[in-house]
């Protein structure tokens, strides 16, 4: 089980920024898969999951900014972020769980990929 994430940058508050989520050695449909994102200085947190099933959860800090989604048929997941903020600036990580449900607790999901940093200048 491998994930590749990817994406990240640099903008100015309010903009927008896709991130992917690449995965190999496994199939989507099957696990669940988070977005999470570690500020500086501070633990990693949950920012969005979509289930096996394919329901998506949001955290109230983000919801109605990002969405997550997933593309099946190319086995990637996606982070949308609008109107970003400066304090939407980390290291944004995708995992994946087998646990059937959506779940954003971080020591729950066994794989990791490697982080892509965002960076939202006021």
């Known amino acids: 089980v491998q994930l590749q994430a990817s994406g990240g940058g640099l903008l100015q508050a309010g903009g927008s920024l896709r991130l992917s989520c690449e995965a190999s050695?496994?199939?989507?449909?099957?696990?669940?898969i988070g977005w999470f994102r570690q500020a500086p200085g501070k633990e990693r947190e949950g920012v969005a999951c979509?289930?096996?099933?394919?329901?998506?959860y949001a955290v109230d800090s983000v919801e109605g900014r990002f969405t997550i989604s997933r593309d099946t048929d190319k086995n990637m997941a996606y982070l949308q972020m609008n109107s970003l903020k400066p304090e939407d600036t980390g290291v944004y990580y995708c995992?994946?769980?087998?646990?059937?449900?959506?779940?954003?607790?971080?020591?729950?999901?066994?794989?990791w990929g490697q982080g892509t940093l965002v960076t939202v200048s006021s």
């Open positions: 050695g496994f199939s989507l449909y099957s696990y669940t």
């Open positions: 995992a994946a769980t087998t646990r059937n449900t959506a779940t954003m607790t971080t020591h729950l999901y066994p794989y």
């Open positions: 979509i289930s096996r099933g394919g329901s998506a």
